[in-house]
């Protein structure tokens, strides 16, 4: 057998990275597009370290959630180069710590290596391995020096105490920049566990189809990680092969630590509450799962290997309390300020956690408070003075303090409060919401004239002079007022996506429009990305594209009418229509992740084309001989009659259909398994209708038209070539024929559509063809119920007038839909909304949405959206 190329061990080198190649062919890492053994996971972090050399250089990565990202993780490591994690979405804090620490080398995401010069430029201890921002503080030049045998102990310390094994699979729903998320990595590496690498939200239903499938055991997050589980109905999923779910980077609180327990031990998964700091490397403390439901306020036991004291404080008399102190062979070497700290060996013997904390008589420790002002929020320790230094430089005075709720920032003077609250965002890293800004005319201050923080935080309390996050007037950016417009929901954040927001298809339309003009090309799966991963082109010249779903529609329509009118006679737009709708109630229904959520939006989409259509032909029905009651409660199709309103009957049927299959659970859970296959099977029975093949009935033509939309929905589903050409198959196989000899054009419009909807996401386009294209994509519906009663008005007089008036009548009709939707949307939010505005104070899980991916400095995106509101359509 051919011996499989490692990297060369060095002294100094990590010895997890460097044994990859000893567990074979068991799966190291899956991913969405796939998975791959230990074995071919070792032969490309061999060629990484190859390329790094045997010279010891400084590497920085911007690290990301990514293969390529975590090849270059493990060849630095394998290869002995110390290493600088930064975040790779946070340019401002990259370019902050390249200026800083000069490194070597700095390697992007995508494996791309930038090498600044071969010899170092450093003197680098020997012992150093690794260097993190503390606590997530990113951009801040004060790092935590790490050293190998930092990183052996913890992550074997790690595996010990939650028995990890090498049949676990655990999913990356934390950043590699992040110590939390990087101790997931690590301690599977070492037991030659499987990793699921993703950059998805738990909040993405994409998320749980991958950790499904990838039979997901180990499931990591912070305090807000579980908000987004209580949203997304993570009590009802089903996840057999689920053995444990951790919980760190803040305190959760102990009635949901309670909560968790039980549901844990009732679904038959356990619950670890730890405990940690990036200067332990990653943990100290963990809750045994048997004692979450009976000590919930606990942090535990210290991990295998580590030892705690209690240093007694005057602040905090009492038996056994007094300021926690860890040791253990995973407390770094010390902190670096600067470059020329990266000489330095130990500097740090135990780590004084500026923790407050008591031990029980049962043995566990407990945090009781904190004896700095450092601030924890979602795993990130803010430092307020740091806060108050950044807005010092913006000419600012102000005073910050916090909780675990919250910052709140006190300023003088004629500040702009929701500028303010920008920039302390952004300088921390958290999203806007949880920032509170109040302008005053004079500061609060203690007799002895020091600030009053206690008074500070009494502000949170307060109204006057304040933006609180939920009542703020300035959003985080003109993409926030954008979504903010189209979606009408007031609290978009930069973390918050067009399908977390609620988006459907008939707001995309316009939104896909007006980002083009904004950002220029958008990229495929833009309605699933957060904001703040939107903003990379903008101010990027490139050329003009229009969504192929978009420019379908708008092309169907013109087609429909004008083959009615007879302007020109060609037919099969409506069928394209169906294949679309298929294809957009796979992108918009199926994402969220609750059964119950999915099936409230199918029926919410239902409303929204049947309510107007048989209000329009109820209206008809009065002023004409047309139409009759069974049209006007669109039964025509099912009762086999010729009708002018086909098209809307039988999407109408379908999405009743679709409500009844979500109304089951074992279906909802196949869908959920095989989303691709789940569609191709209901192409079957659709099939089985459009050919007849048992021959017992004669159903009506439009009822046999149903096979076009699960055609369009498994198009969707196709992420793969050999999947898209199987659906191309069989649009090729089945269409031709269906309409009888003669409709060669029908056919070859048909199959054109469906293979650029298969195949070709976007088309070439210009700015002006996109603004005709999205109100008549954007009120297909609405033109084809008017157009009936429009076109005979005009048609003797002008059928190109007959055609352009029936057009602008329904794309009117549209926007008059879409207002008064969303007037009563507002008033029903208004009249469920509490009477004061949510503040700083409010829990978490009482707020609006917000971000998802942990830890929610850069990695968040918001929760599927609930009841209220804007919900998808397929139209």
């Known amino acids: 057998m051919r011996r499989m190329s490692r990297p060369h061990p060095r002294p100094n080198a990590v010895p997890f990275a460097c044994e990859l190649a000893e567990h074979g062919d068991r799966t190291a890492v899956i991913t969405a597009g796939g998975a791959f053994s230990y074995r071919e996971l070792a032969a490309r972090v061999a060629a990484t370290a190859r390329r790094l050399g045997s010279e010891r250089r400084l590497v920085l990565l911007a690290a990301a959630d990514t293969v390529d990202a975590l090849v270059v993780y493990l060849a630095a490591l394998a290869a002995g180069h110390p290493l600088l994690l930064v975040p790779h979405d946070r340019p401002e804090s990259m370019r902050s710590l390249v200026a800083a620490y000069d490194p070597d080398v700095v390697a992007l995401p995508d494996g791309t290596l930038d090498e600044r010069r071969a010899i170092s430029a450093h003197t680098l201890h020997p012992d150093l391995a690794l260097l993190l921002s503390t606590s997530g503080s990113t951009g801040s030049p004060k790092l935590v020096r790490l050293s190998q045998e930092n990183l052996r102990a913890n992550a074997e310390a790690i595996a010990d105490y939650l028995d990890i094994r090498d049949s676990d699979r655990a999913a990356t729903t934390l950043p590699m920049y992040y110590c939390y998320g990087l101790s997931v990595i690590n301690s599977h590496l070492l037991r030659g566990a499987g990793l699921i690498v993703t950059e998805l939200s738990v909040a993405d239903a994409c998320f749980w189809e991958l950790f499904r499938d990838a039979r997901g055991s180990t499931l990591a997050g912070v305090p807000y990680t579980f908000d987004l589980l209580d949203r997304v109905g993570f009590a009802d ?101 600067g470059p020329s700290d990266l000489a330095l060996g130990r500097t740090v013997e135990e780590l004084y956690t500026g923790d407050v904390a008591r031990r029980t008589p049962e043995g566990l420790y407990e945090v009781v408070g904190r004896r700095s002002r450092f601030v924890k929020l979602y ?64 500061l609060p201050r203690l007799p002895t004239g020091k600030p009053d923080y206690q008074a500070v935080r009494g502000l949170a309390r307060s109204k006057p002079g304040s933006v609180s996050p939920a009542s703020s007037s300035s959003s985080s950016s003109d993409l926030c007022r954008l979504y903010a417009q189209i979606l009408d929901w007031p609290d978009v954040t930069e973390d918050c996506s067009f399908v977390s927001l609620g988006g459907d298809s008939l707001s995309y339309v316009e939104m896909s429009l007006r980002l083009e003009e904004t950002l220029g090309s958008l990229p495929a799966d833009w309605h699933t990305r957060r ?29 429909i009418v004008g083959s009615h009118i007879t302007i020109f006679t060609i037919r099969g737009g409506a069928h394209v229509l169906l294949a679309v709708a298929g294809f957009n109630f796979a992108r918009f229904h199926l994402t969220a992740a609750d059964r119950r959520e999915r099936r409230r939006h199918v029926l919410s989409g239902l409303a929204r084309i049947a309510v107007p259509s048989i209000l329009w032909i109820a209206l008809a029905a009065l002023v004409t001989d047309d139409y009759h009651l069974a049209g006007a409660l669109l039964l025509d199709s099912a009762l086999g009659h010729n009708s002018n309103y086909w ?56 009822i046999a038209a149903c096979w076009m939309f699960p055609l369009g929905w498994a198009a969707a589903k196709a992420g793969t070539p050999g999947q898209r050409l199987l659906v191309t198959a069989i649009a090729l196989a089945t269409v031709p024929g269906y309409f009888g000899s003669g409709e060669l054009l029908r056919e070859t419009l048909i199959i054109a559509g469906l293979t650029l909807l298969i195949w070709v996401p976007t088309l070439p386009s210009t700015g002006w063809l996109n603004r005709l294209a999205g109100p008549l994509a954007g009120g297909s519906l609405y033109i084809y119920l008017v157009h009936w009663q429009i076109y005979p008005l005009f048609a003797d007089h002008s059928q190109l007038l007959a055609l352009l008036i029936s057009l602008a009548a329904g794309a009117a009709c549209a926007a008059l839909a879409a207002r008064i939707t969303r007037h009563a949307t507002s008033s029903l939010r208004r009249r469920q909304a509490p009477r004061d505005t949510t503040d700083v104070a409010t829990p978490p899980s009482r707020r609006p949405p917000a971000p998802s991916r942990q830890p929610p400095d850069d990695q968040v995106t918001s929760p599927t959206r609930g009841d209220e509101g804007r919900v998808p359509s397929q139209w």
Do not use: K
């Open 237 to 337: 999923m089903r996840l057999p092969h689920l053995r444990y779910v951790t919980q760190a980077g803040g305190r959760l609180p102990a009635d949901r630590v309670a909560r968790y327990a039980e549901l844990g031990r009732r679904r038959g998964w356990d619950l670890f509450v730890m405990y940690g700091q990036t200067e332990a490397t990653a943990r100290m403390a963990y809750l045994p799962p048997e004692l979450a439901a009976s000590h919930p306020q606990a942090i535990g036991v210290p991990i295998p290997g580590g030892s705690f004291r209690l240093e007694p404080l005057p602040d905090w008399p009492g038996p056994d309390t007094g300021e926690l102190v860890y040791s253990g062979p995973n407390v770094m070497l010390g902190y670096a300020e």
């Open 379 to 442: 795993g990130l320790r803010i430092d307020p003075q740091r806060v108050e230094a950044m807005l010092a430089r913006h000419g600012l005075t102000s005073w910050c303090t916090g909780d675990d709720e919250g910052l709140i920032v006190a300023v003088t003077g004629e500040a702009d409060a929701g500028h303010v609250r920008r920039l302390v965002a952004a300088e921390c890293g958290l999203p806007a919401r949880v920032v509170g800004v109040h302008v005053l005319a004079e």
């Open 531 to 559: 904001i703040r991963d939107l903003r990379r082109p903008a101010g990027r010249a490139g050329r003009r594209t229009l969504e192929t779903g978009i420019a379908l529609r708008a092309i169907a329509i013109v087609l």
């Open 647 to 702: 098209f809307v009957e039988v999407i109408v049927y379908i999405l009743a259909a679709m409500a009844a299959w979500l109304s089951i659970p074992a279906l909802d859970r196949a869908e959920r398994r095989s989303p691709f296959g789940f569609a191709l099977g209901f192409l079957l029975l659709g099939l089985v209708a459009r050919f007849n093949l048992f021959g017992l009935v004669d159903l009506p033509s439009a």
